[in-house]
């Protein structure tokens, strides 16, 4: 059981360059959420889903794009970088109690620097 | 109205100590407060969770206190321990159209040995 894998787990991007960070869990959850993570900022969400085929926008999705075509993955993909992404990226999941999500479970994230 | 705020900003206690972290909140709809554990390149992980009907939970040597009245939730970390040196967040959950987590911005936390 793997939990919740995020690949790369560190990668380096010029500005204006686009890149997909992957996510993929095996836990059957249908909640996925797309983190960043700055110093003194805490865990601000990016985009989420609630089931295959279902996304929406969290609080800072500006420059970000991504689907959900399977309950395993869910894809962030970088339109065109800016130096304001960089930043700690999480990929988390987390199973459904009472129609809400329950005690999310996050990958080891992904370190983005853009230069 | 959809913050959580955290403090300490830092933390630094003696091993053996208690080390106590405090959240507040505005939201009255949240309905879930879990705390989360991160260490050093890795991503954080559940460490314990409270509901609002309830005033305190333990596991082991944490435990969340919970005052509703006041909005206001706080982790203690009994007879802290040097392993538990990590960065703590607080979230609260809570429902605008679909269910989203709100994190605290987190407390460093240094067990001296």
């Known amino acids: 059981n793997a939990g919740v894998t995020q690949t790369p787990k560190f990668q380096v991007l010029k500005t204006g360059q686009s890149m997909t960070l992957q996510c993929a869990q095996d836990m059957n959850h249908e909640y996925m959420s797309w983190y960043r993570q700055d110093p003194g900022m805490g865990l601000r969400l990016i985009h989420y889903s609630v089931g295959a085929g279902i996304t929406d926008q969290g609080e800072v999705p500006n420059g970000y794009n991504v689907s959900r075509s399977t309950t395993e993955d869910f894809p962030l993909r970088l339109l065109s970088a800016a130096p304001s992404q960089t930043s700690v990226y999480f990929c988390a999941s987390s199973e459904r109690e009472g129609g809400a999500p329950h005690g999310y479970t996050f990958g080891s994230g992904t370190r983005l620097t853009v230069v | 109205q959809q913050q959580v705020k955290q403090s300490p900003q830092s933390l630094i206690v003696q091993k053996g100590g208690i080390s106590i972290i405090n959240c507040a909140y505005e939201n009255t709809a949240f309905d879930y407060f879990p705390w989360y554990q991160q260490f050093p390149g890795k991503g954080p992980a559940l460490l314990i969770a409270?509901?609002?009907?309830?005033s305190e939970k333990k596991e082991g040597r944490f435990t969340i206190s919970f005052n509703k009245s006041a909005k206001q939730f706080s982790l203690h970390i009994m007879d802290s321990q040097p392993g538990d040196s990590a960065t703590y967040f607080c979230a609260a959950r809570g429902f605008s159209g679909t269910y989203k987590y709100i994190f605290g911005t987190g407390t460093r936390l240094k067990v001296l040995a």
């Open positions: 409270i509901r609002p009907d309830v």
